[in-house]
Protein backbone atom coordinates (compact mmCIF):
# COMPACT_ATOMS: atom_id res chain seq x y z
CA UNK A 1 0.00 0.00 0.00
CA UNK A 2 1.13 3.82 -1.20
CA UNK A 3 2.56 4.85 2.44
CA UNK A 4 2.77 8.81 1.41
CA UNK A 5 -0.74 10.73 1.99
CA UNK A 6 0.77 13.22 -0.61
CA UNK A 7 0.80 10.70 -3.41
CA UNK A 8 -2.72 9.49 -2.32
CA UNK A 9 -4.29 12.40 -2.47
CA UNK A 10 -2.50 13.69 -5.37
CA UNK A 11 -4.41 10.19 -7.33
CA UNK A 12 -7.62 10.81 -5.46
CA UNK A 13 -8.06 14.43 -6.75
CA UNK A 14 -7.11 13.26 -10.22
CA UNK A 15 -9.87 10.38 -10.36
CA UNK A 16 -12.45 12.48 -8.92
CA UNK A 17 -11.22 15.71 -11.55
CA UNK A 18 -11.12 13.20 -14.64
CA UNK A 19 -14.51 12.11 -13.46
CA UNK A 20 -16.07 15.74 -12.98
CA UNK A 21 -14.44 16.62 -16.69
CA UNK A 22 -16.45 13.91 -18.48
CA UNK A 23 -19.58 14.90 -16.25
CA UNK A 24 -19.66 18.76 -17.35
CA UNK A 25 -21.90 18.75 -20.12
CA UNK A 26 -24.55 16.51 -18.01
CA UNK A 27 -24.45 19.56 -15.80
CA UNK A 28 -23.85 22.55 -17.93
CA UNK A 29 -26.35 22.87 -20.91
CA UNK A 30 -23.94 24.95 -22.15
CA UNK A 31 -20.25 25.25 -21.93
CA UNK A 32 -18.59 28.72 -22.43
CA UNK A 33 -17.47 29.04 -26.41
CA UNK A 34 -13.43 29.57 -25.56
CA UNK A 35 -13.46 26.47 -23.89
CA UNK A 36 -15.97 24.24 -25.83
CA UNK A 37 -13.18 22.56 -28.12
CA UNK A 38 -11.62 21.36 -24.41
CA UNK A 39 -15.00 19.16 -23.09
CA UNK A 40 -16.50 16.42 -24.11
CA UNK A 41 -19.73 16.85 -26.05
CA UNK A 42 -21.67 14.10 -24.98
CA UNK A 43 -24.23 13.82 -22.08
CA UNK A 44 -24.63 10.71 -20.60
CA UNK A 45 -27.01 8.68 -22.97
CA UNK A 46 -30.40 7.61 -20.88
CA UNK A 47 -32.20 4.72 -21.57
CA UNK A 48 -35.75 4.30 -23.37
CA UNK A 49 -36.75 4.33 -19.90
CA UNK A 50 -35.72 8.00 -19.45
CA UNK A 51 -35.90 9.55 -21.84
CA UNK A 52 -38.53 7.78 -24.11
CA UNK A 53 -38.75 5.89 -27.42
CA UNK A 54 -39.68 2.66 -29.06
CA UNK A 55 -39.77 -0.62 -28.08
CA UNK A 56 -40.54 -3.41 -30.71
CA UNK A 57 -40.42 -7.44 -30.93
CA UNK A 58 -39.87 -8.69 -34.59
CA UNK A 59 -40.77 -12.18 -35.68
CA UNK A 60 -38.58 -13.35 -38.43
CA UNK A 61 -40.13 -15.10 -40.79
CA UNK A 62 -37.60 -17.61 -41.61
CA UNK A 63 -39.71 -20.31 -43.34
CA UNK A 64 -40.65 -17.37 -46.07
CA UNK A 65 -36.96 -16.95 -46.68
CA UNK A 66 -37.00 -20.64 -47.18
CA UNK A 67 -39.74 -20.54 -50.02
CA UNK A 68 -38.34 -18.01 -51.59
CA UNK A 69 -34.57 -19.46 -51.89
CA UNK A 70 -36.65 -22.77 -53.05
CA UNK A 71 -38.67 -20.35 -55.77
CA UNK A 72 -35.23 -19.59 -57.00
CA UNK A 73 -33.78 -23.26 -56.94
CA UNK A 74 -36.65 -24.13 -59.27
CA UNK A 75 -35.65 -21.66 -62.41
CA UNK A 76 -32.59 -22.81 -61.64
CA UNK A 77 -33.13 -26.22 -62.05
CA UNK A 78 -35.74 -25.98 -64.84
CA UNK A 79 -32.32 -24.35 -66.50
CA UNK A 80 -29.71 -27.35 -65.80
CA UNK A 81 -32.62 -29.09 -67.09
CA UNK A 82 -32.76 -27.60 -70.37
CA UNK A 83 -28.91 -27.53 -70.67
CA UNK A 84 -28.75 -31.33 -69.87
CA UNK A 85 -31.27 -31.93 -72.76
CA UNK A 86 -33.85 -33.57 -69.84
CA UNK A 87 -37.21 -33.59 -70.85
CA UNK A 88 -40.03 -32.59 -68.71
CA UNK A 89 -43.78 -31.37 -69.00
CA UNK A 90 -43.45 -28.43 -66.05
CA UNK A 91 -41.47 -27.68 -62.97
CA UNK A 92 -42.92 -25.30 -59.46
CA UNK A 93 -42.68 -24.65 -56.46
CA UNK A 94 -45.02 -26.46 -54.74
CA UNK A 95 -46.33 -25.86 -51.19
CA UNK A 96 -44.44 -24.49 -48.78
CA UNK A 97 -40.39 -25.31 -49.83
CA UNK A 98 -41.35 -28.34 -52.05
CA UNK A 99 -40.36 -28.35 -55.93
CA UNK A 100 -42.68 -30.37 -58.15
CA UNK A 101 -40.77 -31.49 -61.42
CA UNK A 102 -42.59 -33.60 -63.86
CA UNK A 103 -40.28 -36.22 -66.17
CA UNK A 104 -41.60 -37.28 -69.75
CA UNK A 105 -38.90 -40.07 -69.47
CA UNK A 106 -38.84 -42.75 -66.60
CA UNK A 107 -34.85 -42.78 -67.61
CA UNK A 108 -34.86 -38.78 -66.72
CA UNK A 109 -34.20 -39.50 -63.06
CA UNK A 110 -31.02 -41.09 -63.20
CA UNK A 111 -29.73 -37.11 -65.41
CA UNK A 112 -31.97 -35.80 -62.35
CA UNK A 113 -30.23 -37.53 -59.57
CA UNK A 114 -26.83 -36.57 -61.13
CA UNK A 115 -27.40 -32.66 -61.43
CA UNK A 116 -28.68 -32.76 -58.14
CA UNK A 117 -25.59 -34.43 -56.83
CA UNK A 118 -23.41 -31.93 -59.03
CA UNK A 119 -25.10 -28.63 -58.54
CA UNK A 120 -27.43 -28.90 -55.55
CA UNK A 121 -26.39 -31.13 -53.03
CA UNK A 122 -28.25 -29.44 -50.37
CA UNK A 123 -31.80 -30.75 -52.14
CA UNK A 124 -33.12 -34.63 -51.95
CA UNK A 125 -35.92 -36.52 -53.56
CA UNK A 126 -38.44 -36.13 -50.97
CA UNK A 127 -41.22 -38.90 -53.79
CA UNK A 128 -41.05 -40.23 -56.55
CA UNK A 129 -44.52 -41.23 -58.23
CA UNK A 130 -45.40 -42.65 -61.97
CA UNK A 131 -47.53 -39.73 -64.07
CA UNK A 132 -48.21 -40.25 -67.67
CA UNK A 133 -45.73 -42.77 -68.92
CA UNK A 134 -42.97 -40.27 -67.03
CA UNK A 135 -41.96 -39.62 -63.42
CA UNK A 136 -43.32 -37.31 -60.64
CA UNK A 137 -41.05 -36.08 -58.58
CA UNK A 138 -40.73 -34.10 -55.45
CA UNK A 139 -37.87 -32.77 -53.87
CA UNK A 140 -36.91 -30.86 -50.44
CA UNK A 141 -33.92 -28.96 -48.89
CA UNK A 142 -32.15 -31.85 -45.89
CA UNK A 143 -33.67 -31.28 -43.17
CA UNK A 144 -30.48 -30.53 -41.56
CA UNK A 145 -29.53 -27.44 -44.50
CA UNK A 146 -33.09 -26.22 -43.60
CA UNK A 147 -32.55 -25.58 -39.60
CA UNK A 148 -28.73 -24.29 -40.72
CA UNK A 149 -30.46 -21.94 -43.11
CA UNK A 150 -33.09 -20.78 -40.72
CA UNK A 151 -30.44 -19.95 -37.89
CA UNK A 152 -28.69 -18.00 -40.72
CA UNK A 153 -31.56 -15.99 -41.20
CA UNK A 154 -31.68 -14.61 -38.39
CA UNK A 155 -28.51 -13.89 -38.05
CA UNK A 156 -28.33 -12.11 -40.66
CA UNK A 157 -31.59 -10.55 -40.08
CA UNK A 158 -30.03 -9.53 -36.96
CA UNK A 159 -27.28 -7.78 -38.57
CA UNK A 160 -28.82 -5.93 -41.88
CA UNK A 161 -31.27 -4.17 -38.87
CA UNK A 162 -28.60 -3.15 -36.60
CA UNK A 163 -26.77 -1.47 -39.93
CA UNK A 164 -30.01 -0.22 -40.61
CA UNK A 165 -30.45 1.48 -36.91
CA UNK A 166 -26.48 3.02 -36.80
CA UNK A 167 -26.46 4.59 -40.10
CA UNK A 168 -30.46 6.22 -38.77
CA UNK A 169 -27.89 7.83 -36.34
CA UNK A 170 -29.73 6.46 -33.39
CA UNK A 171 -27.35 6.55 -30.03
CA UNK A 172 -27.45 3.84 -27.98
CA UNK A 173 -29.82 1.31 -29.33
CA UNK A 174 -30.36 -2.13 -27.81
CA UNK A 175 -30.69 -4.78 -30.89
CA UNK A 176 -30.57 -8.01 -29.24
CA UNK A 177 -32.00 -11.67 -30.42
CA UNK A 178 -34.66 -13.00 -27.76
CA UNK A 179 -36.16 -16.84 -28.30
CA UNK A 180 -35.53 -18.49 -32.07
CA UNK A 181 -36.88 -16.57 -34.33
CA UNK A 182 -37.42 -12.96 -32.59
CA UNK A 183 -35.01 -9.68 -32.18
CA UNK A 184 -35.61 -7.35 -29.54
CA UNK A 185 -35.11 -3.53 -30.42
CA UNK A 186 -35.23 -0.54 -28.32
CA UNK A 187 -34.73 2.88 -29.83
CA UNK A 188 -34.29 5.92 -27.24
CA UNK A 189 -35.09 8.92 -27.82
CA UNK A 190 -36.56 8.37 -31.44
CA UNK A 191 -38.68 11.07 -32.75
CA UNK A 192 -40.36 9.87 -35.61
CA UNK A 193 -41.35 6.31 -34.84
CA UNK A 194 -43.42 5.55 -37.91
CA UNK A 195 -40.32 6.11 -40.25
CA UNK A 196 -38.43 3.58 -37.62
CA UNK A 197 -40.57 0.79 -38.43
CA UNK A 198 -40.63 1.29 -41.85
CA UNK A 199 -36.75 1.43 -42.12
CA UNK A 200 -36.37 -1.48 -39.88
CA UNK A 201 -38.86 -3.85 -41.32
CA UNK A 202 -38.56 -3.14 -45.64
CA UNK A 203 -37.29 -5.84 -46.45
CA UNK A 204 -35.46 -4.09 -49.38
CA UNK A 205 -35.03 -6.74 -51.62
CA UNK A 206 -33.79 -4.90 -54.75
CA UNK A 207 -34.42 -6.82 -58.58
CA UNK A 208 -33.43 -5.83 -61.89
CA UNK A 209 -35.89 -7.65 -64.42
CA UNK A 210 -36.35 -7.58 -68.03
CA UNK A 211 -40.27 -6.69 -68.97
CA UNK A 212 -41.82 -9.22 -71.54
CA UNK A 213 -42.73 -6.54 -74.48
CA UNK A 214 -43.27 -9.54 -76.84
CA UNK A 215 -46.56 -10.84 -75.08
CA UNK A 216 -49.26 -8.67 -75.16
CA UNK A 217 -49.88 -7.57 -71.03
CA UNK A 218 -53.25 -7.48 -72.02
CA UNK A 219 -53.74 -10.99 -73.02
CA UNK A 220 -52.32 -11.52 -69.30
CA UNK A 221 -54.33 -9.48 -67.04
CA UNK A 222 -57.16 -11.53 -68.55
CA UNK A 223 -55.20 -14.61 -66.82
CA UNK A 224 -53.29 -15.78 -69.82
CA UNK A 225 -49.62 -15.19 -68.05
CA UNK A 226 -46.95 -16.96 -70.60
CA UNK A 227 -45.00 -19.37 -68.76
CA UNK A 228 -41.79 -17.63 -66.75
CA UNK A 229 -43.92 -14.20 -66.71
CA UNK A 230 -45.54 -12.45 -63.99
CA UNK A 231 -47.48 -9.80 -63.43
CA UNK A 232 -45.78 -6.93 -61.35
CA UNK A 233 -47.42 -3.68 -60.00
CA UNK A 234 -45.60 0.09 -59.89
CA UNK A 235 -46.83 3.30 -59.10
CA UNK A 236 -46.72 6.36 -60.96
CA UNK A 237 -47.89 9.92 -60.40
CA UNK A 238 -49.36 12.03 -63.10
CA UNK A 239 -47.32 15.15 -63.00
CA UNK A 240 -50.68 17.48 -63.97
CA UNK A 241 -53.03 16.38 -61.47
CA UNK A 242 -50.16 15.25 -58.83
CA UNK A 243 -52.45 11.47 -58.34
CA UNK A 244 -50.55 8.50 -58.33
CA UNK A 245 -51.96 5.46 -59.85
CA UNK A 246 -51.30 1.60 -59.91
CA UNK A 247 -49.45 0.41 -63.29
CA UNK A 248 -49.53 -3.03 -64.51
CA UNK A 249 -45.60 -4.69 -65.79
CA UNK A 250 -45.55 -7.69 -67.36
CA UNK A 251 -41.87 -9.35 -66.24
CA UNK A 252 -40.09 -12.14 -66.78
CA UNK A 253 -39.73 -13.56 -63.48
CA UNK A 254 -35.63 -14.33 -63.52
CA UNK A 255 -34.08 -11.76 -61.55
CA UNK A 256 -31.24 -10.44 -63.92
CA UNK A 257 -29.33 -9.10 -61.00
CA UNK A 258 -29.98 -7.96 -57.23
CA UNK A 259 -28.99 -5.69 -54.65
CA UNK A 260 -26.58 -8.15 -53.02
CA UNK A 261 -24.27 -6.83 -55.69
CA UNK A 262 -24.75 -3.35 -54.66
CA UNK A 263 -21.35 -1.29 -53.43
CA UNK A 264 -23.07 2.16 -52.37
CA UNK A 265 -26.39 4.40 -52.29
CA UNK A 266 -27.17 7.65 -52.40
CA UNK A 267 -29.78 10.73 -52.72
CA UNK A 268 -29.32 12.56 -55.63
CA UNK A 269 -31.46 15.71 -56.65
CA UNK A 270 -33.51 15.32 -59.88
CA UNK A 271 -32.19 18.11 -62.33
CA UNK A 272 -35.08 17.71 -64.63
CA UNK A 273 -37.98 17.88 -61.72
CA UNK A 274 -35.94 19.01 -59.04
CA UNK A 275 -37.02 15.65 -57.15
CA UNK A 276 -34.89 13.51 -55.22
CA UNK A 277 -34.03 10.20 -56.28
CA UNK A 278 -31.49 7.17 -55.35
CA UNK A 279 -28.38 6.83 -57.17
CA UNK A 280 -26.74 3.47 -56.94
CA UNK A 281 -23.35 2.15 -57.80
CA UNK A 282 -22.31 -1.89 -58.05
CA UNK A 283 -19.18 -3.41 -56.88
CA UNK A 284 -16.92 -4.73 -59.73
CA UNK A 285 -18.37 -8.00 -60.18
CA UNK A 286 -21.89 -6.17 -60.20
CA UNK A 287 -20.75 -3.21 -62.62
CA UNK A 288 -19.51 -6.21 -64.90
CA UNK A 289 -22.79 -8.16 -64.53
CA UNK A 290 -24.86 -4.71 -65.40
CA UNK A 291 -22.66 -3.99 -68.26
CA UNK A 292 -23.20 -7.80 -70.03
CA UNK A 293 -26.85 -7.72 -69.28
CA UNK A 294 -27.30 -3.99 -70.74
CA UNK A 295 -25.49 -5.06 -73.62
CA UNK A 296 -27.72 -7.87 -74.24
CA UNK A 297 -31.16 -6.41 -73.61
CA UNK A 298 -30.61 -3.50 -75.85
CA UNK A 299 -33.63 -1.90 -76.77
CA UNK A 300 -35.56 -3.59 -73.83
CA UNK A 301 -37.28 -2.16 -71.00
CA UNK A 302 -35.56 -3.22 -67.72
CA UNK A 303 -37.58 -2.97 -64.88
CA UNK A 304 -36.07 -1.75 -61.19
CA UNK A 305 -38.44 -3.55 -58.82
CA UNK A 306 -37.92 -3.17 -54.70
CA UNK A 307 -40.09 -5.65 -52.21
CA UNK A 308 -42.09 -6.42 -55.16
CA UNK A 309 -43.10 -2.98 -56.66
CA UNK A 310 -41.81 -1.15 -60.09
CA UNK A 311 -40.02 1.89 -59.41
CA UNK A 312 -38.86 2.63 -62.91
CA UNK A 313 -38.73 0.67 -66.35
CA UNK A 314 -36.64 2.30 -68.54
CA UNK A 315 -35.62 1.33 -72.28
CA UNK A 316 -31.82 0.17 -72.51
CA UNK A 317 -30.67 2.65 -75.18
CA UNK A 318 -26.80 1.07 -75.13
CA UNK A 319 -24.34 -0.95 -73.24
CA UNK A 320 -23.73 0.53 -69.88
CA UNK A 321 -20.94 0.35 -68.33
CA UNK A 322 -19.38 2.17 -65.15
CA UNK A 323 -21.88 -0.21 -62.71
CA UNK A 324 -23.95 3.27 -61.77
CA UNK A 325 -28.48 3.42 -61.98
CA UNK A 326 -30.41 5.31 -60.20
CA UNK A 327 -33.61 4.74 -58.50
CA UNK A 328 -36.87 7.13 -58.91
CA UNK A 329 -40.71 7.02 -58.14
CA UNK A 330 -42.15 11.20 -57.07
CA UNK A 331 -39.84 10.00 -53.32
CA UNK A 332 -39.92 12.53 -50.48
CA UNK A 333 -36.16 13.67 -49.27
CA UNK A 334 -36.51 11.39 -45.98
CA UNK A 335 -38.13 8.44 -48.48
CA UNK A 336 -35.21 8.35 -50.50
CA UNK A 337 -32.54 9.05 -47.40
CA UNK A 338 -34.39 5.52 -45.84
CA UNK A 339 -34.57 4.04 -49.27
CA UNK A 340 -30.36 4.33 -49.70
CA UNK A 341 -29.92 3.15 -46.21
CA UNK A 342 -31.47 0.13 -46.18
CA UNK A 343 -30.25 -0.42 -49.56
CA UNK A 344 -26.55 0.36 -48.25
CA UNK A 345 -27.72 -2.31 -44.96
CA UNK A 346 -28.55 -4.83 -47.31
CA UNK A 347 -31.88 -6.60 -48.33
CA UNK A 348 -33.49 -8.54 -45.32
CA UNK A 349 -33.02 -12.40 -46.28
CA UNK A 350 -36.57 -12.63 -44.82
CA UNK A 351 -40.02 -10.40 -43.81
CA UNK A 352 -40.48 -9.54 -40.12
CA UNK A 353 -43.85 -9.07 -38.66
CA UNK A 354 -44.37 -7.05 -35.56
CA UNK A 355 -45.26 -8.69 -32.44
CA UNK A 356 -45.24 -6.26 -29.78
CA UNK A 357 -44.63 -2.58 -29.95
CA UNK A 358 -44.46 0.08 -27.31
CA UNK A 359 -44.01 3.76 -27.53
CA UNK A 360 -42.54 5.72 -23.98
CA UNK A 361 -43.17 9.24 -24.08
CA UNK A 362 -40.93 11.84 -23.08
CA UNK A 363 -43.13 13.00 -20.30
CA UNK A 364 -43.26 9.04 -18.58
CA UNK A 365 -39.50 9.41 -18.83
CA UNK A 366 -38.97 12.90 -17.48
CA UNK A 367 -41.69 11.21 -14.20
CA UNK A 368 -39.44 8.59 -14.24
CA UNK A 369 -36.25 10.52 -13.84
CA UNK A 370 -37.50 12.47 -11.57
CA UNK A 371 -38.83 9.60 -9.26
CA UNK A 372 -35.65 7.88 -9.89
CA UNK A 373 -33.53 10.96 -8.30
CA UNK A 374 -36.01 11.73 -5.57
CA UNK A 375 -35.91 8.14 -4.61
CA UNK A 376 -31.52 8.07 -4.90
CA UNK A 377 -31.29 11.35 -2.60
CA UNK A 378 -33.56 10.48 -0.26
CA UNK A 379 -32.13 6.96 0.35
CA UNK A 380 -28.74 8.45 0.21
CA UNK A 381 -29.70 11.16 2.79
CA UNK A 382 -31.03 8.65 4.93
CA UNK A 383 -28.05 6.78 4.94
CA UNK A 384 -25.61 10.08 5.07
CA UNK A 385 -27.85 10.40 8.52
CA UNK A 386 -27.79 7.40 9.94
CA UNK A 387 -23.74 7.36 9.69
CA UNK A 388 -23.13 10.57 11.29
CA UNK A 389 -25.60 10.32 14.00
CA UNK A 390 -24.15 6.11 14.55
CA UNK A 391 -20.26 6.87 13.46
CA UNK A 392 -20.53 10.52 14.31
CA UNK A 393 -17.24 12.27 12.52
CA UNK A 394 -16.00 8.54 11.23
CA UNK A 395 -19.81 8.48 10.08
CA UNK A 396 -18.96 12.07 8.19
CA UNK A 397 -15.68 10.60 6.70
CA UNK A 398 -18.04 7.64 5.71
CA UNK A 399 -20.62 10.27 3.76
CA UNK A 400 -17.93 11.96 2.22
CA UNK A 401 -16.37 8.81 0.23
CA UNK A 402 -19.78 8.02 -0.23
CA UNK A 403 -20.41 11.37 -2.48
CA UNK A 404 -17.28 10.84 -3.88
CA UNK A 405 -18.51 7.53 -4.79
CA UNK A 406 -21.67 9.02 -6.65
CA UNK A 407 -19.73 11.18 -8.79
CA UNK A 408 -17.43 8.59 -9.79
CA UNK A 409 -19.96 6.10 -10.65
CA UNK A 410 -22.23 8.74 -13.06
CA UNK A 411 -17.98 10.17 -14.25
CA UNK A 412 -17.34 6.33 -15.48
CA UNK A 413 -20.99 6.04 -17.52
CA UNK A 414 -20.35 9.16 -19.21
CA UNK A 415 -16.64 8.03 -20.03
CA UNK A 416 -17.61 4.89 -21.76
CA UNK A 417 -20.94 6.27 -22.68
CA UNK A 418 -22.71 3.76 -21.24
CA UNK A 419 -26.82 3.77 -21.26
CA UNK A 420 -27.92 5.03 -17.90
CA UNK A 421 -31.41 3.06 -17.11
CA UNK A 422 -34.06 3.08 -14.42
CA UNK A 423 -32.88 0.05 -13.04
CA UNK A 424 -29.62 1.67 -13.17
CA UNK A 425 -30.23 3.94 -10.86
CA UNK A 426 -31.51 1.35 -8.66
CA UNK A 427 -28.30 -0.32 -9.33
CA UNK A 428 -26.62 2.99 -8.32
CA UNK A 429 -28.57 3.27 -4.83
CA UNK A 430 -28.26 -0.38 -4.09
CA UNK A 431 -24.20 0.31 -4.58
CA UNK A 432 -24.61 3.55 -2.18
CA UNK A 433 -25.96 0.57 0.37
CA UNK A 434 -22.84 -1.48 -0.39
CA UNK A 435 -20.64 1.21 -0.06
CA UNK A 436 -21.19 2.56 3.64
CA UNK A 437 -21.63 -1.11 4.17
CA UNK A 438 -17.66 -1.38 3.96
CA UNK A 439 -17.20 1.62 5.85
CA UNK A 440 -19.82 -0.15 8.79
CA UNK A 441 -17.56 -3.42 8.94
CA UNK A 442 -13.98 -1.21 9.20
CA UNK A 443 -15.75 1.02 11.83
CA UNK A 444 -16.78 -2.35 13.89
CA UNK A 445 -13.72 -3.44 13.69
CA UNK A 446 -11.80 -0.31 14.38
CA UNK A 447 -13.90 -0.37 17.63
CA UNK A 448 -13.28 -3.83 18.94
CA UNK A 449 -9.36 -2.81 18.71
CA UNK A 450 -9.77 0.39 20.44
CA UNK A 451 -11.95 -1.60 23.08
CA UNK A 452 -8.84 -4.03 23.11
CA UNK A 453 -6.91 -1.03 24.56
CA UNK A 454 -4.88 -0.33 21.07
CA UNK A 455 -3.72 3.06 20.04
CA UNK A 456 -5.79 4.95 17.59
CA UNK A 457 -3.38 4.73 14.92
CA UNK A 458 -2.83 0.79 15.79
CA UNK A 459 -6.84 0.54 16.18
CA UNK A 460 -6.98 1.77 12.50
CA UNK A 461 -4.59 -0.47 11.03
CA UNK A 462 -5.56 -3.42 12.18
CA UNK A 463 -9.39 -2.46 11.78
CA UNK A 464 -8.54 -1.97 7.50
CA UNK A 465 -6.53 -4.67 7.40
CA UNK A 466 -9.01 -7.58 9.08
CA UNK A 467 -12.06 -5.91 7.45
CA UNK A 468 -10.20 -5.66 3.92
CA UNK A 469 -10.80 -9.67 2.66
CA UNK A 470 -14.41 -9.69 3.64
CA UNK A 471 -15.00 -6.20 2.07
CA UNK A 472 -13.45 -7.86 -1.39
CA UNK A 473 -15.09 -11.26 -0.83
CA UNK A 474 -18.65 -9.23 -0.65
CA UNK A 475 -17.63 -6.91 -3.60
CA UNK A 476 -16.72 -9.47 -5.92
CA UNK A 477 -19.47 -11.67 -4.83
CA UNK A 478 -21.60 -8.89 -5.95
CA UNK A 479 -19.40 -8.60 -9.43
CA UNK A 480 -19.60 -11.64 -10.14
CA UNK A 481 -23.45 -11.88 -10.11
CA UNK A 482 -23.81 -8.64 -12.01
CA UNK A 483 -21.34 -10.15 -15.05
CA UNK A 484 -23.99 -13.19 -15.21
CA UNK A 485 -26.64 -10.80 -15.60
CA UNK A 486 -25.23 -8.63 -18.31
CA UNK A 487 -23.90 -12.42 -19.97
CA UNK A 488 -27.78 -13.83 -20.05
CA UNK A 489 -29.58 -10.69 -18.67
CA UNK A 490 -31.45 -8.85 -22.02
CA UNK A 491 -32.21 -4.51 -21.64
CA UNK A 492 -33.03 -3.05 -18.49
CA UNK A 493 -31.82 -5.84 -16.02
CA UNK A 494 -28.38 -5.51 -18.11
CA UNK A 495 -28.31 -1.80 -17.34
CA UNK A 496 -28.74 -2.50 -13.45
CA UNK A 497 -25.76 -5.11 -14.02
CA UNK A 498 -23.96 -2.60 -15.40
CA UNK A 499 -24.34 0.02 -13.07
CA UNK A 500 -24.14 -2.26 -10.23
CA UNK A 501 -20.46 -2.86 -11.00
CA UNK A 502 -19.40 0.40 -11.14
CA UNK A 503 -20.63 1.75 -8.43
CA UNK A 504 -18.97 -1.30 -6.51
CA UNK A 505 -15.83 -1.04 -7.70
CA UNK A 506 -16.05 2.83 -7.19
CA UNK A 507 -17.31 2.04 -3.82
CA UNK A 508 -13.91 -0.50 -3.04
CA UNK A 509 -11.88 2.47 -3.71
CA UNK A 510 -13.74 5.14 -1.80
CA UNK A 511 -14.42 2.82 1.26
CA UNK A 512 -11.12 1.41 1.37
CA UNK A 513 -8.71 3.90 -0.04
CA UNK A 514 -10.27 7.31 0.20
CA UNK A 515 -11.24 7.13 4.07
CA UNK A 516 -8.18 5.98 5.43
CA UNK A 517 -6.49 9.06 3.42
CA UNK A 518 -8.59 10.71 5.64
CA UNK A 519 -8.09 9.03 8.88
CA UNK A 520 -4.10 8.91 8.23
CA UNK A 521 -4.04 12.39 7.55
CA UNK A 522 -5.18 13.55 10.88
CA UNK A 523 -3.63 10.67 13.32
CA UNK A 524 -0.63 11.21 11.44
CA UNK A 525 -0.52 14.98 11.58
CA UNK A 526 -2.34 15.63 14.73
CA UNK A 527 -2.30 14.29 18.42
CA UNK A 528 -5.54 13.04 18.26
CA UNK A 529 -6.35 11.58 22.33
CA UNK A 530 -9.67 9.82 21.27
CA UNK A 531 -11.30 8.67 17.66
CA UNK A 532 -15.06 9.51 17.10
CA UNK A 533 -16.71 6.75 15.60
Known amino acids: MIKSIKIRTAITAI ?42 VLEVDAEKALESMMERISNDIKESLMENKVRFRKIERAKGTTISLELTESSGKTALEKILNEQYPDLEIASLSPRDGGQLVNLKIKDKRALDLKKLTIEHSLETIRN ?77 TGQRGSVPYLLKNKSLLTGASLETAKVQISDRYGEPNVSIKFNSQGAADFERITGENVRKRLAIV ?25 FTMDEARDLAIVLRAGALPAPVNILEERTVGPSLGSDSIKQGIMATIIGS ?4 IFMVVYYRLSGFVADLALIINIVLVLGILALFKATLTLPGIAGMLLTVGMAVDANVLIFERVREELRAGK ?63 IFDYFTWNYNIKKLSI
Open 455 to 517: TIRLALDTGYKRAFMTIIDTHITGIVAAIFLIIFATGSIKGFAVTTIIGLLASLFTAVFVTRI
Open 306 to 330: LDGVVHSAPVIQERISGGQAQISGS
Open 15 to 56: ICLVALYFLLPTFISEIPSPWNDYFPKEKIHLGLDLQGGMHL
Open 164 to 240: RVDQFGIAEPEIIPEGDNRILIQLPGIKDPERAKNLIGKTALLEFKIADDENSLEEALRGNIPDGDAIVYGMRTDRS
Open 381 to 384: LLVI
